[in-house]
Structures are given as structure tokens and as C-alpha cells.
């Protein structure tokens, strides 16, 4: 009954958000709202059930968005608000830019039909060391981990990794009842340690080589290659950012070779690779502290956190805010309209 009423309560606050939102205001100027999206799959792919709820939007859902959007902004490409910010010139009133983070293969299979379709600028933020590798991000890994595990193929991890899963909540029993809720709060648990003592972790599970850690010969690539960035390149829609080299969360880097490697390297990784200037950049996890803040300031012109809000022509261009949407919480017009009007 409670859960019902709470249902109700929100649909009716997300309505009264989608119609007085701030993406209505008619005296609004400069503004500029980004929105993120990670992986871009449709509901019957075999990868989306494996996704944390959080990194999915299904390509109608993006349809559905670029629509409702282009009636109340222009949708311009970030850089070039950049640009004119940086120039002094105008830009508009109501600008909003898209942005993929990660780098997804799914991004050129799914994203880039919809808007060539929708004919509307993006640009995606890619992690230079994975391009055209067969590489998967740690939660995925860990996902990977546990399902297996679900199907009770305990041998696959020796008797200290289970102990170790053990300490961190994860008994047998709790992973015989696993599902989405669960596996998405245990990445989020993991976060506590830093990338590299997870990927040690798990490269330690990879030498008993009885579980699949990369992706398997028959399953499609799940990043990007570089002939498919020069595809989307080509089109004029699509340009590219940094997103670091490895993905690492830059306040657990400690050392200032690190973020060097980081932040400053990836951009001469992608320059080369793609031939082109690279002139963005995206926090992974949208965690960022002073020590990469300046190395980010000094690279690039600018970068998004993951901090909710808008942006204005007096922003801090190395802090943008972004809106970031999952499909969950914007599947429905006024769900989506609610998300992107900031009220709730
Ligand atoms: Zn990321």
C-alpha cells in the first residue's frame, strides 16, 4: 500500500517537474545542460541484463530524449560551446550537448544510427588504453564473477577469494538469491579500494584461467575500435574526448606521475591515434580532487564531472555538470523531462 502511494507521489512530482521545469523558463540565457549516457542496448541484448541498471538506456529511450529535447534546446556540440565561451561569443539561450562515457561499442551499433537519424552532434569519451582491445572494465569482470558463481561454479575461484568475498558480505547464501540490486551494490562497495588493487585481484583469478575475464571470441566487442571512431569521426556528428588511459578514479592515484599519465598522456595517445586535436576531457567516476583538477586545467579546455545540474557561460569549464540518465528514471517523457529540469 505505502509503495503504491509512493508511486503515485512520484509520477505526480516528476509531472509537476516536467511542466514548470527550468528546460520551460522562457528568460533563461547561456544556459547549457549537459546530458550523459553510458552504454546505449537494446532490452533483448544478452549484455544488458549484465549491466548495472545505471550505465543503460535503451536507443528508443535516446530517440524518445533527442526528441523531447531538441523542442526545448539547441543541441550543439560540446566543444564548440566551449569554443565560443572561451571566444566570447554568443552561444544560446538553451544550449544542450550529449556525451557518452567509455567509449561502448554499443555506442557506434545503437547511439550513432539514432543521431545520424536525429541528425544531432555527440561526443564520447573514450579511455585510450582499451581502444580495439578486448578489455573489460572491473565491474564488469566482477559481474561476470558473480554470476558464474550463482551457477554455483565455485571452483573457479580458489578458497582465499571466496573468504575474501565472504569478508565483504557476499556469502554462498546471498549469492544463490543474487540479482541486479545486489551485484550493483556490491561494485559499489568495491569502490572503496582503488582500481589497481581490484584489477590486481582480479588478474590473480585469471592465472587459474577457469574463468572468463576478457571478452570471449564469440561475444561482440564491447569497446570501441578505431575503425569505428573513424567511421563516426566522418560523419561530422561525433567527436572524441579523453576519458583517461586506464580509467582509474584520479583521487585514489597517488603518485603525480600517475596523473600525469592519467590525464595528460591520454590526450597524445588519442591526438595520434585519431589524428585529430583533442580538447575534453571526462572525470572517471566524476571523482576529482585538486592535484587532478590542475592537471586537467592545464591540458584541457574543458571537463565533465558527475555532479547533477546545469551549466552557465560563467562555469568553471574545467567542473562542468552534466545530467547523467539511465533508462530506469527516464523511460517516460515526463520522467525524462522531471530528470532534466533539475527540480528533482
Ligand atoms: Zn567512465
Not at 263 to 286: D, H, R, W
Request: with cysteine.
Amino acid at each position: 500500500m505505502i509503495k503504491e502511494v509512493k508511486k503515485i507521489l512520484k509520477k505526480s512530482m516528476q509531472l509537476i517537474a516536467s511542466i514548470f521545469g527550468r528546460h520551460k523558463w522562457p528568460f533563461l540565457k547561456g544556459q547549457l545542460l549537459i546530458i550523459g549516457y553510458h552504454r546505449i542496448l537494446p532490452l533483448n541484448d544478452p549484455e544488458y541484463k549484465k549491466m548495472q541498471p545505471g550505465m543503460r538506456v535503451e536507443p528508443d529511450t535516446l530517440e524518445m530524449h533527442i526528441q523531447i529535447l531538441k523542442k526545448y534546446f539547441e543541441i550543439i556540440d560540446l566543444n564548440e560551446w566551449v569554443e565560443r565561451v572561451k571566444a566570447g561569443k554568443p552561444v544560446p539561450k538553451k544550449a544542450c550537448a550529449l556525451t557518452f562515457d567509455d567509449g561502448w561499442a554499443d555506442n557506434y551499433e545503437y547511439a550513432f544510427p539514432v543521431l545520424k537519424k536525429e541528425n544531432v552532434p555527440a561526443t564520447i569519451f573514450l579511455v585510450s588504453s582499451m581502444i580495439g582491445t578486448a578489455q573489460k572494465f572491473w565491474p564488469e569482470r566482477v559481474t561476470d564473477i558473480l554470476i558464474q558463481l550463482k551457477s554455483k561454479k565455485y571452483s573457479i575461484i580458489g578458497k582465499e577469494y571466496l573468504k575474501w568475498l565472504t569478508d565483504l558480505g557476499l556469502t554462498e547464501k546471498k549469492i544463490s538469491n543474487l540479482d541486479e540490486n545486489m551485484i550493483d551494490g556490491f561494485i559499489n562497495q568495491l569502490k572503496m579500494l582503488p582500481d589497481d588493487k581490484i584489477y590486481k585481484i582480479l588478474e590473480t583469478l585469471n592465472e587459474n584461467k577457469n574463468i572468463e575475464l576478457e571478452v570471449t571470441e564469440n561475444e561482440p566487442a564491447h569497446i570501441l575500435n578505431l575503425l569505428q571512431i573513424k567511421e563516426m569521426m566522418r560523419s561530422g556528428l561525433v567527436s572524441f574526448a579523453s576519458h583517461t588511459q586506464q580509467h582509474l578514479r584520479l583521487t585514489m592515484v597517488e603518485s603525480e606521475k600517475g596523473l600525469e599519465h592519467e590525464i595528460v598522456q591520454s590526450k597524445a595517445v588519442l591526438e595520434s591515434m585519431l589524428e585529430n586535436k583533442i580538447t575534453g576531457f571526462c572525470y572517471p567516476n566524476g571523482d576529482f580532487d585538486d592535484r587532478s583538477l590542475s592537471f586537467v586545467t592545464a591540458t584541457y579546455d574543458y571537463a565533465c564531472t558527475t555532479k547533477k545540474g546545469w551549466n552557465s557561460t560563467k562555469s568553471n569549464l574545467s567542473l562542468l555538470n552534466r545530467v547523467l540518465v539511465h533508462n530506469d528514471i527516464s523511460n517516460t517523457p515526463s520522467a525524462f523531462e522531471s530528470r532534466v529540469s533539475n527540480l528533482l
